[in-house]
């Protein structure tokens, strides 16, 4: 079965610095990628997706994810971060299927004014 | 489009007594499901619904039952409420099955005294 481990509980940055949020997943095949974000007290919104194709994949607010098979990753990244940033982010990966999807542990970043 | 609701926000209950939290989307999906959340654990998958009056159970179903009887409404049912089912749950849905965004709820803050 597949498995993802955020290797970072906590993550302090500061504004304008840049942001690399670790995920390594395992999967036997290729894998379906996501990454969400959730603000305090909502629900969880998708960033972005990788299914096949381009490795590198661009996501809504700014940030980027690249597929490295070769390392099981998916790390999520951001040139400049924002206060708004501030939140938990969320590694996922799944089969075809969605009601195989395995979360991440998640990421909780804080932004340093 | 209101997305994916739910409701109450927030309970609190006594061990053993039994409650119901709703959940509806007005995105004409196919696919809904219910997560619980706990702290460094990610999400996990209670059940799913693939449609209406089809339902199966995702990766931690114990204590837990749903019904779809409309494309809309997936209510999840605790029959006897433990301390161990204290938690944050996320009700989500998708257009189908397959690899599709999830869009989740603001989710429900359940405490079992």
């Known amino acids: 079965a597949q498995s993802v481990t955020q290797p970072d509980i906590h993550i302090t940055v500061s504004e304008g610095a840049s942001l690399e949020l670790r995920c390594n997943y395992s999967y036997g095949a290729t894998p379906y990628l996501f990454w969400y974000v959730q603000s305090p007290g909502q629900g969880l919104q998708l960033l972005l997706k990788y299914f096949s194709g381009d490795t590198l994949v661009q996501g809504i607010k700014g940030f980027e994810a690249e597929f490295k098979r070769s390392q099981s990753s998916f790390n999520l990244r951001k040139p400049s971060v924002h206060w708004s940033d501030a939140a938990e982010y969320f590694c996922?990966?799944?089969?075809?299927?969605?009601?195989?999807?395995?979360f991440g542990a998640g990421t909780r970043l804080t932004v340093k004014p | 489009n209101a997305g994916v609701t739910q409701t109450p926000k927030f309970q609190v209950l006594k061990t053993g007594q039994s409650m119901t939290l709703q959940c509806a989307q007005d995105?004409?999906?196919?696919?809904m499901s219910w997560y619980r959340q706990d702290p460094g654990m990610g999400l996990r998958l209670i059940h799913y619904?693939?449609?209406?009056?089809?339902?199966d159970q995702g990766e931690v179903p114990n204590g837990y039952n749903v019904s779809r009887s409309t494309t809309e409404d997936f209510p999840l049912r605790l029959l006897s409420a433990a301390p161990s089912q204290t938690s944050v749950y996320f009700c989500?849905?998708?257009?189908?099955?397959?690899?599709?965004?999830?869009?989740f709820g603001p989710g429900t803050r359940l405490t079992v005294l």
């Open positions: 996922a990966v799944g089969a075809n299927n969605n009601n195989d999807m395995r």
């Open positions: 989500a849905s998708s257009y189908s099955l397959t690899g599709n965004e999830q869009f």
């Open positions: 619904s693939v449609g209406a009056g089809i339902t």
């Open positions: 995105m004409n999906h196919e696919y």
